[in-house]
């Protein structure tokens, strides 16, 4: 009967997830329709119900003292977390899809001479949920007469990036150039393997280790490190100073449990992280996180935004404004319009680019070069995607460092448990011989 208890313990959240995890497939098999919408969000919750019922059961018969409950919730949270993150990252990288593709629409449009509002109507028939909506009250307020800047203003359809783009093309009369330019970008990034991170395995994996040693541990800590002991007792032999250091770290660990809080803090903070970046991407998010507290991380834009102003030949301040109005970060705004106070008083822009931070001296003295052998915009452009670049590189080797170093850690601890609770064995045979 106990065997039996202990099987259904094990099955029945398999099951339930088993379950939840053919309607997820089911949701994403449906056809990407306005009135698929609430049908997609009913297996959606329902997927996640199961889910939820699950922890639930395991939760509360491991509360009733059944060990392998236990044992099976930890095993269905990780399970959940996977779906929920490879969900996120579905969903971005359809949500990146999505922006490419509007992002052709509008370019073809433009470029056609169409009507911009019938055209986006159309083309939310293809939609459904929030961005039917959003698609449809565009084409509304472009049908009312409202000018194309509409298009740059921030309405959960185009990125930052993007909208930053075509505000720029709005300022040098070049839209469709713009559209069509942040359309290819946005195309190459989709089949780019440079601009993808394996930072699933290197966050995870470790995670997921640590988590399974951390239930072993627990296991020999309560069941076998005590018969070791009464062993030891009845045979009068003191266990070895590892073993002893092993249960007085237990004990530790036991008894004083919220000190690991920052520890399990930092690692779901990690994990949400990445699957953030899965859903906004690496760049979105830098620029959203650390944009906050430097200019650095918006100087493509910046650089991007001059290129296009260059180009039509207009004054080179108008770059700016997309900047000094948008709803971005405080910093950003205020550092572009001191520069644009400063080009107002014949300053050099290169200069008070790099005064503000958005620039190193090297990278203007090319921008310099460039500008002198009259292919500005092209250098413009060219550093743009080099700091992108730059900055993705760095942040690919960070994370392969950081595998390493985590496995490491784990067969540190791995061996020293391993070591301690084999040399009471060791001693006990020498002291018997």
């Known amino acids: 009967m106990e065997v039996l208890i202990g099987v259904s313990i094990v099955l029945l959240p398999l099951a339930l997830f088993v379950i939840a995890l053919g309607l997820r497939i089911a949701a994403d098999a449906q056809p990407e329709t306005s009135w698929s919408g609430p049908r997609r969000r009913t297996l959606f919750l329902l997927s996640y119900l199961f889910v939820g019922i699950g922890l639930f059961v395991l939760l509360t018969t491991a509360m009733l003292g059944r060990p392998v409950a ?61 961005r039917h909506t959003r698609l449809l009250e565009l084409a509304d307020r472009l049908r009312r007469g409202l000018p194309r800047s509409e298009l740059a203003v921030p309405q959960g359809l185009l990125s930052r990036t993007a909208t930053l783009e075509i505000q720029a093309g709005i300022q040098s009369g070049k839209l469709a150039e713009s559209l069509r330019n942040a359309a290819i970008k946005h195309t190459r990034q989709l089949t780019d393997g440079s601009q993808s991170l394996d930072a699933h395995s290197a966050v995870t994996y470790p995670a997921a280790v640590l988590t399974v040693m951390v239930l072993i541990l627990g296991f020999l800590m309560y069941y076998i490190i005590p018969k070791f002991k009464k062993i030891f007792d009845d045979f009068g032999t003191e266990l ?120 190193k001296p090297n990278e203007v003295a090319l921008i310099e070069t460039a500008q002198r052998a009259g292919n500005l915009p092209w250098a413009l452009v060219a550093l743009a995607d080099n700091l992108d670049r730059r900055w993705l590189y760095r942040l690919k080797a960070g994370i392969e460092l950081l595998r390493p170093m985590a496995i490491l850690a784990l067969g540190a601890i791995v061996g020293f448990v391993v070591i301690a609770m084999f040399l009471p064995l060791i001693k006990l045979l020498n002291d018997l011989s």
């Open 240 to 359: 070895p100073g590892m073993t002893i250091a092993l249960i007085n770290g237990s004990d530790v660990f036991v008894n004083y449990w919220y000190l690991t809080a920052p520890v399990i803090y930092l690692m779901g903070a990690t994990v949400v992280t990445v699957a953030m970046a899965h859903f906004h991407g690496w760049r979105e998010l830098w620029q959203r996180w650390a944009g906050r507290w430097t200019v650095r991380p918006h100087a493509s834009d910046v650089l991007r935004s001059l290129a296009s102003i260059v180009e039509m030949g207009a004054p080179i301040e108008r770059a700016l404004d997309p900047f000094v109005t948008s709803s971005g970060p405080i910093r950003l705004q205020r550092r572009a319009a001191a520069i644009r106070l400063g080009l107002s008083q014949g300053l050099s822009c290169w200069e008070l680019l790099a005064r503000e931070g958005f620039l």
């Open 70 to 130: 236990l044992i099976a919730f930890v095993m269905l949270v990780m399970a959940a977390t996977q779906l929920a993150e490879a969900e996120l990252k579905l969903s971005g990288s359809r949500r990146r899809a999505q922006e490419a593709e509007l992002l052709w629409m509008l370019a073809t449009s433009v470029l056609s001479h169409r009507n911009l509002a019938d055209d986006v109507e159309a083309y939310a028939r293809g939609s459904w949920g929030k």
